[in-house]
């Protein structure tokens, strides 16, 4: 009997029309028994609007009320009207999964999702109706974060489908969803996903408590979420893995991680993160642990190549000759002779100018955005070469620079390994190398004391674990990695038992075999 009190006493506040929680915050409008009354409520909470329809029936003494542009016209006519006119029910309420309630507030809140609502004349009751339009997108491959093996879908618009497609992958009863309300006005559903038993809890109600103090009138998609819950907006590091991937999503749930969906976004935030774990890709694990180490570590040399490569071309041609061997000072000189202004308006010129291609092409439609391409690297680059408005050398150092950038998995992060280029390069023009070591050293710094809800953004290096070191700069075999990472604080560290036990008895066998076959 006890179990049973606390049984329904845990399910007392969810809302019996949908999986999605409703805050007990909600006001209190009772329905009451006189129909024109509730309809007049009705429309003077949502302001008359033109898309409310009200469909009269009984001669006056019942109305449907639906908004035509969330409902499926076609679902009204089959679930309500046809059953009805048809002959097979004598009251409304006889109708399969309809749901009741005596709130007119929620009334509001189920019609603003797309279901309609049968008001009746002497009924202190309403019945709701899901009849809601779906307009859902294909479940491919993201545009953004491709890969050559492993699974090719991701993320849409559509919450319930982005939840199905984790349980897909983590068919386990510890996986647990919790749903919150964000935004006054507009009420996105939020959904946070984690495995009960592995996740840290005191991690766990951080991301609680920061998202239930957000006090916004729109919140539309996790960019949204991710300025208010972050632990530090002022760095240029994102501290929250973004994704639209459903594997990658997976793999960091199962190492005690949070994972934060919305509806109306196909972007997955993931918490707590660290800097590394933006130059890891689900390609690393669906190759040889040789290449994806290799992989990795090109990725990671991208990253002083993005940042300080343009710094350290200025401060050669601007501070320390003698560092350029002997064979190429003479063709170094002569290209730069011909410009007229100093190596650091040069740098700005071209990163600007490739910042310029890159976003045209990304705002113009695809054909038309690669030919931009094309004749931004091309014709413009080789234009302002010849115009002696840019050294050759220089094109060269700002191409390869937006390459290295636009290796890294994480778009967001390639953002601000661009960012940094610019008070790197003032820097180097500046104080020529003892600048670029200051700019390095406070981005180390900076790395080294930001968090991400309580965990060191720079681990495993900053606090160092070598045993977390296995898939940081290398990716080890998988079935090495038999303990998660310590910076997600998990409350189980260890993920697989002893594996490849089939070797060792191979092992054993031989010398039997060679025995018997001698004998």
């Known amino acids: 009997m006890a179990f049973m009190n606390w049984l329904f006493k845990n399910r007392k506040d969810r809302v019996v029309d949908s999986s999605i929680r409703e805050e007990s915050k909600d006001p209190v409008q009772p329905c009451s028994g006189n129909l024109s009354k509730n309809v007049d409520y009705l429309l003077e909470e949502f302001k008359h609007t033109d898309d409310l329809k009200i469909r009269v029936l009984k001669n006056g003494k019942a109305a449907l009320l639906y908004f035509d542009s969330l409902t499926d016209q076609e679902k009204v006519q089959e679930n309500i009207f046809a059953p009805l006119e048809m002959g097979r ?18 009334v509001i809140i189920t019609l ?20 809601t339009s779906a307009f859902n997108r294909t479940v491919e491959e993201p545009a953004n ?40 006005k507009t009420n996105t559903n939020i959904a946070l996903i984690y495995m009960e038993g592995i996740t840290d809890p005191v991690v766990l109600q951080k991301i609680e408590t920061r998202l239930k103090d957000i006090s916004a009138d729109m919140i539309h998609s996790p960019g949204y979420v991710e300025e208010f819950i972050e632990d530090s907006t002022l760095s240029p590091f994102p501290q929250m893995l973004n994704t639209e991937r459903p594997d990658r999503v997976t793999a960091n749930i199962m190492e005690g991680r949070v994972a934060i969906l919305a509806e109306g976004s196909p972007t997955c935030l993931i918490a707590p993160s660290t800097f ?24 990671l040399m991208s990253f002083l190549i993005a940042v300080g490569f343009p710094a350290f071309y200025i401060a050669i041609v601007s501070f320390h000759f003698e560092v350029i061997p002997d064979e190429l000072i003479i063709p170094v000189k002569s290209s730069i002779n011909e410009i007229a202004y100093p190596p650091i308006m040069e740098a700005f010129v071209m990163v600007v100018i490739i910042e310029l291609i890159r976003e ?39 191409a390869l620079t937006a390459i290295a950038s636009f290796v890294v998995p994480s778009n967001e992060l390639s953002t601000t390994l661009r960012l940094l280029t610019f008070p790197l390069i003032i820097l180097a023009a500046t104080l ?41 700069f290398v990716r080890i075999p998988l079935y090495q990695m038999k303990k998660r990472p310590k910076d997600a604080h998990p409350m189980q ?23 018997n076959q001698q004998s």
Do not use: C
């Open 89 to 106: 029910i004598d009251d409304i309420s006889e109708i399969p999964n309809s749901k009741v309630t005596e709130n007119l507030e929620q």
């Open 112 to 131: 603003l999702r797309g279901h309609a609502v049968y008001l009746e004349e002497g009924r202190k009751r309403a019945y709701q109706f899901n009849v």
């Open 145 to 184: 974060e491709k890969i050559i093996r492993g699974s090719h879908d991701g993320f849409v618009e559509n919450l319930l489908i982005n939840i199905n497609l984790v349980r897909k992958r983590i068919e386990h009863r510890d996986l647990k969803v919790k749903y919150y309300k964000l935004g006054k």
């Open 276 to 299: 590394f774990m933006f130059y890891q890709s689900p390609d690393d694990y669906n190759m040889r642990w040789y290449t994806g180490t290799f992989v990795r570590l090109i990725r």
């Open 360 to 398: 045209a092409g990304i705002r113009l439609p695809q054909p038309i955005g690669q030919t931009i391409g094309i004749v931004g690297g091309l014709v413009i680059g080789d234009a302002v070469v010849r115009a002696g408005l840019v050294s050759n050398l220089m094109v060269i150092v700002v």
């Open 432 to 472: 020529g190398f003892l600048g670029i070591v200051f700019g390095l050293l406070f981005i180390i710094i900076h790395l080294v004391k930001l968090e991400s809800f309580g965990v060191p953004y720079f681990a495993p290096v900053a606090p160092l674990r070598l045993a977390d070191l296995k898939d940081t």
């Open 493 to 515: 560290p260890v993920a697989m038992d002893s594996s490849r036990e089939w070797k060792k008895r191979e092992q054993k066998k031989q010398p039997d075999n060679q025995s």
